[in-house]
């Protein structure tokens, strides 16, 4: 008979990008300094690590983990990332700080509450 997964502990330091959108600018002494270039979304959600055969695989070792998602205004893709780590620093870090690192640009973070953020959520969220 098959069982639930158990569940992960609360991980604290998450608890505030549950499920957050903020809006991104641009970060810089150039010309599109305070523009903004998109959003980022954040989730929390429960990972496990998958054992057994395949027929009657078992779900150990809940873990929660940050996932978060760039939307950019412009034609670029999507930017997804299933862990708190770009580029080997931490995303969770900069987040906190309101400072992304993306592909060799600066972005500053405002996270969005209200009105503004249900708006935004109902476009972009996940």
Avoid: K
């Avoid at 999507?78 to 987040?95: N, P, Q």
């Amino acid at each position: 008979m098959p069982h639930a997964p158990a569940q992960p502990r609360p991980v604290p330091e998450l608890a505030a990008y549950r499920r957050r959108i903020g809006r991104l600018t641009e970060v810089g002494p150039g010309p599109h300094d305070g523009r903004q270039v998109g959003h980022v979304v954040t989730r929390v959600v429960a990972h496990w690590d998958t054992v057994g055969p395949h027929g009657s695989p078992v779900h150990v070792n809940p873990v929660e983990r940050l996932e978060w998602r760039v939307h950019f205004d412009d034609a670029r893709p999507e930017v997804y990332y299933d862990d708190a780590t770009v580029c080997g620093t931490s995303a969770l870090e900069g987040l906190r700080n309101g400072r992304l690192r993306l592909g060799g640009r600066e972005l500053h973070v405002a996270w969005l509450d209200g009105d503004e953020a249900a708006a935004a959520w109902s476009t972009l969220g996940w």
